[in-house]
């Protein structure tokens, strides 16, 4: 163990995304010396969300988040569309209470970081831009507790060092507090920004003022691996992309950038960025194990936080990672405070941070989902449910001169002529409504 005179901080942040900006604002509000370590030189831009943030979470956190930060637009329409090659069905969904209070927006990482990172130099983070933590630092070798980090072979040591390293956190990996996600718990996203103007974003979602659309979509979105699609709206651009399973993706020998541009180019997802200039491109890995990965996890002087710590959430309906990723970086801020007031940043301690998340919102959400990435693997999902929407759909629409006939005929007559049972139909539907 350092002694006290020897910590050049009390607490390093390792890596400045939402999760590691939330805390360290925390830890310095709360009086904390706290330094924050980005290996970018900008923060935020080589950072990816699809981009829709359910943000009341931070409402306590920065009292006028909605005024001051770089927010696109506030949802108040989400569609959840199945997709075939020719045709899609889509539940459309528009309420103006989602403005008021408003319940999510869609949010540039690129902005937003910047954006949170200005907030804790403001609070009095030491900010450190550029540099990559190499390794973690042990007191008495390899075998003590963490009490600091390597950074550009410089060694700097804190009472409690906060790993907000992102999906793959080698850090936490190295440290042996977390394994090698299997392939099964990890998705990739390739996602696209096109500029298409102010006016075009708010007609071709039919949007007014700063009204935002989330659309997401499943079936040929993907090609039929396991994932889904998103079209969200911006300012004055489009975000688009997708999200496959990583073992799927293996299985079905394409490649995540195949997958994003027969997503885009999708006759009913082309017209919302047709003509538009490209403004962004980037692949990211996801967490998709729910809470099969995720843990706070805590050791001897350290404490890991959103992705780091497997922290997502996908229901299909919504992907939520950044809210979750702030949640953690509040739960850590509280525990380490509480270590800091003891002197004592054992695991036994900082463990109070497993208590925090406990308690709070957060594991309830995990364990509410926990079936969720089993039943978003459903084959039906991405085949046979849209495929039979649309055939049904066409049959009572189209009129082509031979007698019409009542919509249970035709429910009876379509599911005899899909590869849907009506029984499978029933019992996705009511998986559905346990597990999502
Ligand atoms: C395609 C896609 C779509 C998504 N859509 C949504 C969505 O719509 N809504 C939603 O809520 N979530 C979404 N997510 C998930 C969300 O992006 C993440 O959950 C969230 O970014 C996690 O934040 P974080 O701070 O934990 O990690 P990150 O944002 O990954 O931040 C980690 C930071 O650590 C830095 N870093 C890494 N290693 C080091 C090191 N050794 N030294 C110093 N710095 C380091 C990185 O540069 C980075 O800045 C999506 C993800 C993807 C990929």
Redesign the pocket.
Known sequence: MASEEEYDFDVIV????????VCAYQLAKAGCDVAL????EI??S?????????CSVLEDVFPHFFDEAPIERVITRNKVVFLNESSSVGLDYWDSRLAKPVNAVTVL?AHL?AWILEQCEDAGVSVVPG????RLLRADGDSGAIVGVV?AGEEMRSRVVVL????????ARDAGMRDKPQSQYV?????SVFRIGEQSVRDRFHLSGNEGA?YSYIGDATCGVSGGG?V?SNKDSVSV???VRLDALEKSQMSSSDIHDHFVNHPDVRPFIEGGELLEYG?????EGGVHVARPYVSDGCIV????AG??LNTGF????????AQ??ILAAQAIEKAIEKRDYSSAALDVYRDFYEKSWLADDMNTYAKAPDFLDSSLLYDGVGRFASEFLYSVYRHDGSPRRHIGVLIRENLKKSKVRLRDLLRLAWRGGKDI
Do not use: C, P
């Open positions: 390792v890596g400045g995304g939402i999760a590691g900006g370590i980005e290996r970018a923060s935020g080589k950072n990816l969300s699809g981009g829709v943030f359910y990482r970081d540099f990559k933590v190499d950074a907000a390293d992102g999906v793959n956190s080698f850090l998705g990739v996203g390739v996602k989330a998103f969200y992309g997708v999200v692949a990211h890995l996801v967490n936080i959103g992705d780091a922290f997502m919504t992907i939520r990672g950044m809210d979750l990723a953690t970086g």
